[in-house]
C-alpha cells in the first residue's frame, strides 16, 4: 500500500472517491460539485488529503482541515472525512491511512487530531483499536443556517 499527499495531480482519484463517501451519507452524486469543493481545498491549502493507493488503484483517502486549540495554544487537525472503497475494506486501508494522519501530526508537532463519527458507525472499533479515545466529558452542539 502507499499513501501520499493528494495534489491537483490526483483530483480525478480523489473526486471519484470523495463523491462516492458523499453518496455513502445519501448525498446526490455531484462529481462536477465534488470536483471544484477538493480543487478549492487543495489550491487553497484549506485541506490535506491523503489519498490511498493499492496496486497502484486509488482506494481510499481522508481529508483532515485545520484547526486550533487556544487552551494549549496549539495547532490540530479535525479528521473530517474518511472513505475506503467497499472493494478493500478489510485489508487494512482504513488503518493505514489513519495511522499515516497520526504520523503526520507528530512529525508536526501538532497536538492532535480530532474526529466525530455517527453513533452506530462500525468504524468506531477500528479507532479505538488505533488509540483514539472517546470523548465523553464534552457535548458537541451545532448551528445550522439552514
Do not use: C
Amino acid at each position: 500500500m502507499r499513501i501520499i499527499t493528494a495534489t491537483l495531480d490526483n483530483l480525478e482519484e480523489v473526486t471519484t472517491l470523495f463523491n462516492a463517501y458523499r453518496v455513502f451519507y445519501e448525498q446526490k452524486s455531484d462529481m462536477e460539485g465534488a470536483r471544484n469543493f477538493l480543487k478549492e481545498r487543495i489550491e487553497q491549502s484549506e485541506s490535506i488529503i491523503f489519498l490511498a493507493y493499492l496496486d497502484e488503484k486509488a482506494v481510499g483517502f481522508t481529508q483532515l482541515y485545520p484547526m486550533f486549540s487556544s487552551v494549549s495554544m496549539q495547532r490540530m487537525l479535525v479528521l473530517n472525512d474518511l472513505f475506503v472503497d467497499s472493494s478493500v475494506r478489510g485489508k487494512g486501508v482504513g488503518a493505514a491511512i489513519l495511522n499515516h494522519a497520526k504520523a503526520f501530526a507528530k512529525a508536526n508537532n501538532l497536538k492532535g487530531l480530532a474526529l466525530e463519527t455517527a453513533e452506530d458507525n462500525p468504524a468506531q472499533k477500528l479507532y479505538e483499536r488505533l488509540g483514539w479515545k472517546r470523548d465523553t466529558g464534552y457535548y458537541h452542539y451545532f448551528y445550522s443556517n439552514q
